[in-house]
């Protein structure tokens, strides 16, 4: 029986009072279960998203444009945020990777928007505090 096999029998033994092989083998494929809900594409793709917040000028970006219901030029935002307009540009196309923010092309323009990801992850946050 492997470490971690073990590990586990003893926790069971100590919640449970006694620990049968049926416990112990009902327990692993809970675990089993719920270790196939962790998709490595959904974590990924999770871990991204966070990760781009997890920037001030990114996470300023996206309290923006989810304020502003409604999409922004990027010559709209640079004069909101106090970094750069490299910076701006930068720290949208990582938003945009992330799935935060949809940018279009009109003319010689870039409007960018908040994604209905960005403002739910802003209303959990809200709602957290």
């Not at 049968?20 to 962790?38: C, F, I, P, V």
């Amino acid at each position: 029986m492997s470490e971690t096999t073990d590990r586990l029998r003893r926790y069971l033994e100590d919640e449970l009072g006694e620990c049968r092989s049926e416990d112990l083998q009902e327990r692993l494929a809970e675990l089993d279960n719920l270790e196939s809900m962790l998709d490595e594409g959904t974590v990924s793709n999770d871990v991204q998203a966070l990760s781009a917040l997890g920037n001030e000028t990114r996470y300023r970006l996206v309290r923006l444009l989810v304020e502003a219901d409604d999409e922004l030029c990027v010559c709209e935002i640079a004069p909101l945020v106090s970094v750069s307009d490299s910076a701006v540009s930068h720290a949208l196309s990582t938003l945009a990777e992330a799935g935060l923010v949809t940018k279009r092309k009109e003319g010689r323009w870039r409007k960018y928007r908040a994604t209905t990801r960005a403002s739910a992850l802003l209303t959990v946050l809200d709602g957290s505090r």
